[in-house]
């Protein structure tokens, strides 16, 4: 008999040998149950089809839709087309029978006059010997803290071509703008307009014209003159130099006037 086992019962007190008895182990135990989570799946599954249908059906209508508009605009289309091909042979036909008519009326002076007036007003292209000035923006910083200085204005461009005219210039244009006389040469914030065409610098202005009277009296303009002071204090580029040959295209843009009416002979007279 243990004395010490029957002391320790006698005093109440735990049995050592619970403390190093191997405890129950302790399972796993899902949060949810097996049911909850088949139900959870499912729904999920049933959620993604829903969405992925919605799509594949929006996506098809917007498609049905842009095809039922795009037949509709080519439909269109292939009706103004044939508009313009009818048009351009009536046009043609048109055309036919005025030279058919002038031809018989015998008006060669007339078309002759015509060409001379248009060729004139800058309608038609040209081509000759003459005078070509180029101008390009200076350095950067500018010298005086401005740098409008050291860029080429739209006033420049107007007295250059104006100090052309004055030398006697036949046809002038400014980087493949032809000048005529309701051409407009303005700025719209740094850029430079001729007949409301953004330009670039470098602005090329080519003049037709006897080369060497437009060399002599250009260069000794009172423009050049300045012209040159301001390339040497802003290092604004100013090259002058003739030319044997060079084209000069036809003013493309709008003749009609809105305000301005020909005078009657009677009242031209008074």
Known sequence: MDPTGDQTKTLGLPD???????????????????????????????????LLTSGLLAGRSAAEIQDARKEQLIAVIEERQERVDAMTAHLDTLRAEVARLEEE???????????????VAGLTGVRGAG????????????PSGQPEDCQIQDVDLQL??????DAGAETVAVNGERVIGTTAIRSAGRAVLVNYRVLSP??????????????????TSDFALDFEIWRDTYGLAFEVEAFEQAELPAYTGSVRLRHAAPVDGDEGQG
Do not use: H, K, M
């Open 16 to 50: 050592l040998a619970d403390d190093y008895r191997p405890l129950p182990r302790t399972r796993w135990t899902q949060p949810w149950s097996v049911n909850a989570v088949t139900i959870a799946t499912v729904a999920g599954a049933l959620a993604v089809g829903f």
């Open 105 to 119: 009326a015998g008006t060669p002076t007339l078309q002759r006059e015509l060409e001379r007036v248009e060729q």
């Open 131 to 142: 005078l070509r000035v180029v101008f390009d923006d200076g350095s950067d910083p500018c």
């Open 160 to 165: 250059a071509v104006n100090a052309l005219f």
């Open 202 to 219: 470098p602005y090329e202005v080519v003049a037709v014209g006897d080369p060497d009277t437009l060399e002599r009296v250009f260069s």
